[in-house]
């Protein structure tokens, strides 16, 4: 039998681990302040700019879109895992929530104020990823913004094991730079580009810097 795709392997890994994962991610971003910033930065900037959806896309447990939400962007969320895209309904039953994948959007043309792609790139391989950014620059809106988030470096961390559960989870680090070259290719015009130092302590350690890259669509 032919090993599953990357795609497939990270779809099985969410859903096998998704309970785990949302009981450890749901503190995370009241304790990075920088990172609120630039999703309030992400949040202004798409206000001031169109009216219009965003989508949080690779969005987990929907705490991003509720995030963002609160900042009074009209979100909805898409991610590979159903039960990922579960966990999120339950826990946030106002905002719409969809199965697919960053790859092949089922979503019209220029029809998007604004994607956030936070920690769900790092999932897709280096040869899929212009595919991923097309994507975004086909359904973003003249205008519209895009921001990602994603750990900065270089190479791949591969995850045998989430708490209990077995998975098969690469993580591919990038520098931004690189990103940020993709984008430009996609016809994506970078804003701004953002990395912290990798935050050691608390209860969210980060084992490598942390780069945040905003672009938008011209028009
Ligand atoms: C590290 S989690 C981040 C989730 C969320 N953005 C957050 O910050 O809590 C990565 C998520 O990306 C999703 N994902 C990975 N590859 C994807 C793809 N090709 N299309 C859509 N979602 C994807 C996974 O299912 C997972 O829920």
């Known amino acids: ?9 990270t779809r099985r890994s969410y859903d096998a681990a998704a309970e785990d994962y949302a ?61 990922m895209v579960a966990l999120a309904r339950r826990a946030h039953p106002e905002l719409r929530f969809e199965v697919g994948t960053m790859t092949d959007l089922a979503l019209d043309d220029a029809g998007l104020a604004g994607i956030v792609a936070w920690y769900s790139t790092i999932h897709v391989p280096d040869e899929q990823l212009p595919r991923a950014f097309a994507e975004f620059a086909r359904t973003l809106a003249p205008g519209g913004y895009l921001q990602l988030g994603f750990q900065a470096g270089e190479g791949v961390v591969h995850y045998e094991s989430f708490g209990e559960h077995a998975v098969a989870l690469d993580f591919h680090r990038r520098h931004p730079e690189d990103v940020v070259a993709m984008l430009r290719r996609a016809g994506l015009q970078p804003c701004a580009r953002t990395v912290r ?22 028009g």
């Not at 039998?1 to 795609?7: F, G, K, N």
């Not at 990172?35 to 949040?43: C, V």
């Open 1 to 9: 039998m032919s090993e599953p795709d990357p795609a497939e392997r």
């Open 23 to 83: 009981a450890w991610i749901g503190a995370e971003l009241a304790a990075k302040p920088l990172d609120r910033a630039l999703l309030g930065g992400f949040a202004e900037l798409v206000r001031s700019a169109k009216t219009g959806p965003v989508a949080d896309i690779g969005c987990g447990t929907g705490r991003i879109s509720a995030h963002l939400a609160g900042l009074g962007l009209p979100v909805f969320g898409i991610d590979l895992a159903p039960r």
């Open 197 to 218: 130092e990798a935050d050691v302590g608390g209860d969210f350690p980060e084992r490598t810097p942390q780069a945040f890259v905003l672009a938008r669509k011209p």
